[in-house]
């Protein structure tokens, strides 16, 4: 049997020279931001019945039936 490495073990080796380490960890704190958004009912909250047919959505309308 060859005492060398195997091809299994060269492709070990390599991937555990790339990826042999996890990154650092990251905290919780560390991806959440906390972003004080405007009270509902501004501008854009408001509903408009005039304008709401432009957001209606229907296959036979969109295929043209």
Do not use: Q
């Amino acid at each position: 049997m060859n005492k060398g490495l195997s091809a299994e073990d060269a492709e070990a080796a390599v991937r555990h020279a790339r990826f042999g380490r996890l990154p650092e960890r990251i905290r919780v704190e560390d991806m959440t931001e906390a972003v004080e958004a405007a009270p509902a009912g501004g501008a854009n909250g408001s509903y408009n019945p005039e304008g709401s047919w432009k957001y209606y959505s229907c296959l036979v309308l969109d295929l043209g039936l």
